[in-house]
C-alpha cells in the first residue's frame, strides 16, 4: 500500500517538475538524481516483496524483507525531501509537500533490534542464509578471500564451545600465572594442562589461522620507499 501511495506521489512529482521546469531538468543534474533515486528505491522495493513472495514467505526470511524495505523507504523520503527542499518555485513545493506527505516524514531507519535480527540471520548458517547467498559463487578453499571469510565463519562457530571450556579454566585459575595464558595463545595453554582435546585444539588453531588470512593486510617496512625518496629514478639513472 506504501508502495502504491509512493508511487502516484512520484508520479505527482516528476510530471509536476517537467510541466513546471521543462528542459530545464535535465540541467539540474542533482534534481533529475533525485527524482532517479526515488524511482531506483521503489524498484528494489518491488524486488524484494517479489522475492519474499516468490520464495513463499518464509517466515525466517522476514527480518531480512523487513529491514530492506523500511530502509529503501527511509531512503526514498530523503529523496523526496531533497527535490522538494530544492524547487524553484517554492510556492509549489509547499503545496507539493502537504500532497506528498500530509502527515509529516512517517518513515524511520529500521530499528537497532531488526538490525540484530538480520545479523544473526547472516552469521548462522541455515536455510534463510543459504536462500540469500543462493546465487553467489562460494569457493570452496580459503586461497580466495571469500572462501576463506565462509571458512572462518564455520570454524570460529566450531570452536564456541571450546572457548567456553577455555573460559571456565580461566574462572577457575587453572591457567592464573602461565605466560601463554593470552588472547593468543590461551589455547596452548589449555591444551598443555589437558583442559582440551587434541581435536579441541587442532579446531581451535584453524580457527585462528583462518581468522589470520580473513583480517590480514598489506605489511610494508617501515623504510618502505626511502631509497626513491632520497634517490628519485632520474638521479638513478644519470649515476
Not at 127 to 147: I, N, S, Y
Not at 168 to 174: F, H, Q, T, V
Not at 204 to 219: A, G, I, P, S
Request: aromatic content about 6%.
Amino acid at each position: 500500500q506504501l508502495l502504491s501511495r509512493y508511487s502516484a506521489a512520484f508520479a505527482l512529482l516528476a510530471d509536476t517538475a517537467m510541466l513546471v521546469l521543462g528542459g530545464s531538468l535535465k540541467r539540474r543534474e542533482r534534481l533529475s538524481a533525485r527524482l532517479g533515486d526515488i524511482l531506483s528505491q521503489m524498484y528494489l522495493i518491488s524486488a524484494t516483496l517479489k522475492r519474499f513472495e516468490d520464495e513463499g514467505r518464509q517466515a525466517a526470511d522476514a527480518p531480512l524483507a523487513h529491514w530492506s524495505i523500511q530502509d529503501a523507504l527511509f531512503k526514498l523520503q530523503q529523496a523526496f525531501d531533497g527535490v522538494l527542499d530544492n524547487l524553484p518555485n517554492r510556492a509549489l513545493a509547499w503545496v507539493l509537500a502537504r500532497l506528498v506527505f500530509p502527515w509529516g516524514r512517517p518513515q524511520g531507519q529500521p530499528s537497532d533490534q531488526l538490525g540484530q535480527d538480520v545479523a544473526r540471520l547472516l552469521i548462522q548458517p541455515g536455510a534463510a542464509r543459504d536462500r540469500l547467498t543462493a546465487g553467489c559463487h562460494l569457493p570452496a578453499t580459503d586461497a580466495e578471500p571469500v572462501g576463506a571469510i565462509e571458512q572462518a565463519l564455520a570454524a570460529t562457530l566450531d570452536a564456541e564451545p571450546i572457548e567456553a571450556k577455555i573460559r571456565e579454566l580461566e574462572k577457575r585459575g587453572a591457567l592464573e600465572g602461565n605466560p601463554q595464558a593470552n588472547v593468543r595463545d590461551i589455547a596452548d595453554a589449555a591444551f598443555a594442562i589437558g583442559g582440551i582435546t587434541a581435536e579441541e585444539y587442532a579446531v581451535v588453531k584453524r580457527q585462528n589461522r583462518l581468522r589470520d588470512t580473513v583480517v590480514k593486510v598489506d605489511d610494508f617496512a617501515f623504510d618502505f620507499g626511502a631509497q626513491d625518496r632520497m634517490h628519485p629514478a632520474a638521479e638513478r639513472k644519470v649515476a
